[in-house]
C-alpha cells in the first residue's frame, strides 16, 4: 500500500461526508486506502462513517472506537492502524480541493528522499460561512523547511501534511499522550528524521466552527497547551534545541500577555508578559525584539489605564 489517508472524527456529522468526498475524489496512479478513527460520536457520525464503509469496502476502513478515547489517544491509534508507505492526515471537518494533491505529493516524496515530509498551503472557513483573507500558512515564503522553523514560525495545516511512516519509528513515545494537542510534536518527530517540503499552493480548506477541537477551546487554553510541549520536547530533544524552544516560548507568553490584558486580566498579563522577557533573553539569543515587545505592552497597558479611568471620572469634570 502506497498512501494512507487517516482521518480524526468526532462529532463531525455535518462535515464527515464532505471530507470523505474530497478524499475519494483523488486521481492518483496508486492505490490508497482510508482509515477513519471514528471516537464515538453522539451526533450521528458514526453512521454516516459506517456507509462510506459498506459502499466503498477495501476502501474505507473504519475505526469504531467502543467508548470515546479522546483526540490525543483516538489520533495516535489511528495513525498506528496505518499500513501506507506515507500517510496523509485529515481532521473530520476539513475538506481537499485539489483531486492531484496526493499524486503530487506522494511524487515529491518518491523523487526526495532525504525530506520526512511535505504540506501545502490551505484556506480558511470562517464561522461566518466566508472565506477569509489570509491562508493557513500566511506568507511563508521558503519551500524547505527544518526544525527551527517548524517550533514556531511555520503553521502546517493537519490536512495537508503528508509523511513517510519511516519516519515515526517507535511511535509515540510514553510522554506523547501527556500532552493536550498532537500536530506540533509529531511534526517536530518528522523533522528529527528530514526536511520538510512546502507547497504554496491552497489545495484544501480548513474549517473554524464553535465545536473544534482547537478553535473551540479558550484562548488561555490554546496558548497553555504551547507552553506545554515546548516544555515536554525541550526535556525529550535534551535541551539540544534549547534555544528555539526558549524564543517560542518567549513569543506564546508574550500573546498570551496580550490576551489577559484585553481581557481585564491585568495580574496574570504581567505575570506572562515577564515571563516573555526572561524566556527571549536568553543569552544563548539574544532577541532584539524584546524592546519593541516592552514599549507595545507599555503602551497597551497605559492605553488601558487610561481608558479605565476616564471612566470613572464623572460626567461634566
Not at 71 to 78: E, L, P, V
Amino acid at each position: 500500500m502506497k498512501l494512507s489517508v487517516c482521518v480524526f472524527t468526532y462529532n463531525h456529522a455535518a462535515y464527515i461526508s464532505q471530507t470523505i468526498e474530497s478524499i475519494l475524489m483523488q486521481k492518483s496512479d496508486f492505490d490508497f486506502e482510508i482509515v477513519i478513527g471514528e471516537d464515538n460520536s453522539t451526533d450521528g457520525t458514526r453512521e454516516i462513517v459506517q456507509e462510506y464503509q459498506l459502499k466503498y469496502p477495501g476502501k474505507v476502513r473504519a475505526i469504531l472506537n467502543p467508548e470515546n478515547k479522546g483526540m490525543m489517544k483516538n489520533n495516535i491509534d489511528t495513525i498506528l492502524a496505518c499500513r501506507g508507505e506515507y500517510i496523509a492526515l485529515m481532521d473530520g471537518d476539513d475538506f481537499w480541493t485539489n483531486p492531484q494533491k496526493v499524486q503530487k505529493q506522494v511524487d515529491f516524496l518518491n523523487a526526495n528522499s532525504s525530506y520526512a515530509f511535505c504540506f501545502h498551503d490551505g484556506l480558511i472557513l470562517g464561522v461566518d460561512g466566508k472565506i477569509a483573507d489570509v491562508t493557513c500558512c500566511y506568507d511563508l515564503k521558503k519551500n524547505t523547511v527544518e526544525f527551527d522553523d517548524v517550533i514556531s514560525d511555520v503553521s502546517i495545516p493537519t490536512h495537508s501534511i503528508v509523511f513517510r511512516r519511516a519516519a515515526i519509528g517507535g511511535y509515540p513515545p510514553k510522554w506523547f499522550e501527556t500532552l493536550n494537542a498532537p500536530d506540533l510534536p509529531l511534526y517536530l518527530l518528522l523533522c528529527e528524521y528530514g526536511s520538510g517540503y512546502f507547497f504554496s499552493e491552497c489545495w484544501g480548506v480548513y474549517r473554524k466552527h464553535a465545536g473544534g477541537s482547537w478553535t473551540g477551546q479558550h484562548y488561555q487554553s490554546r496558548w497553555l497547551t504551547y507552553l506545554q510541549i515546548y516544555r515536554v520536547m525541550n526535556e525529550h530533544f535534551d535541551y539540544k534545541y534549547d534555544r528555539y524552544f526558549k524564543r517560542s516560548e518567549s513569543k506564546i507568553c508574550f500573546a498570551l500577555a496580550v490576551d489577559l490584558a484585553e481581557d481585564k486580566k491585568l495580574k496574570r498579563a504581567v505575570c506572562y508578559f515577564r515571563r516573555s522577557l526572561i524566556a527571549g533573553s536568553s543569552k544563548q539569543l539574544p532577541d532584539t525584539s524584546i524592546f519593541i515587545k516592552l514599549f507595545n505592552f507599555i503602551y497597551f497597558f497605559s492605553k488601558y489605564q487610561f481608558t479605565n479611568k476616564s471612566q470613572q471620572i464623572p460626567a461634566g469634570v
